[in-house]
């Protein structure tokens, strides 16, 4: 049974920080590339950072040198370190499989997702 839990999404003031974390159950997401998607309203759901299963991090380049992706030694759980949080990175936040036509080909199964807000 799969199974994604996204947690440690909140209400932070401008440059401020928050760690999402992503407990992912099920052997085919501790074998793959994992990814952290974001999503606000009226937008279509965009990756913020990758990771392989190897550790090896990728970022878009709206969260570069903020943001820090890694996943523990027995890849069931997956980070998000968000550092200078700014207004326009509010949207729910979810963690899946990368890229996405994995999500799509494995039934499009997604978590709850956590909401970041991003406000003074």
């Known amino acids: 049974q799969v199974q994604l839990v996204e947690s440690g999404g909140g209400l932070v003031q401008p440059g401020g920080s928050l760690r999402l974390s992503c407990a992912a159950s099920?052997?085919?997401?501790?074998?793959?590339?994992m990814g952290w998607y974001r999503h606000t309203p009226g937008n279509q759901r965009e990756l913020v950072a990758s990771?392989?299963?190897?550790?090896?991090?990728t970022y878009v380049e709206s969260v570069k040198g903020r943001f820090t992706i890694s996943r523990d030694s027995a890849k069931t759980t997956i980070y998000l370190q968000m550092n200078s949080l700014k207004p326009e990175d509010t949207a729910v936040y979810y963690c899946n499989l990368f890229p996405l036509w994995r999500v799509t080909n494995t039934g499009d199964f997604w978590g709850q997702g956590t909401q970041v807000t991003v406000s003074s």
């Open positions: 099920g052997s085919i997401f501790s074998r793959n590339s």
């Open positions: 990771v392989t299963s190897g550790g090896t991090p």
